[in-house]
């Protein structure tokens, strides 16, 4: 049942970042660090593919990037809530 959950809450956060292509092929380019952020993340011993990507969309510099940064690493990779926090701050930085 969990992997059932976990295949429909990366489906939709695929269709979310759809969605979103072409506001971050139409936005300013931002001073943004996902490095930094994947980083962190991976000194804490979280390191997937699903990390990655919530480390770009925290550091695109669009309006909800941190909140969608924030649900794809507490909802689809199980990361804490404050080990999250810091992630996507550090992305935008």
């Not at 970042?17 to 804490?44: F, H, I, R």
């Not at 011993?45 to 919530?54: E, Q």
């Amino acid at each position: 049942m969990f992997r059932t959950v976990r295949s429909r809450v990366v489906a939709v956060m695929v269709a979310v970042a759809a969605a979103l292509g072409g506001l971050v092929l139409a936005a300013p380019t931002a001073q943004a660090a996902p490095s930094d952020c994947t980083s962190y993340l991976a000194e804490n011993g979280y390191s997937t593919t699903d990390t990655n990507l919530a480390c770009t969309v925290g550091g695109t510099g669009l309006p909800l990037d941190s909140l969608l940064c924030r649900l794809l690493l507490t909802n689809v990779s199980a990361v804490p809530p404050a080990v999250a926090q810091n992630a996507c701050s550090l992305a935008k930085s």
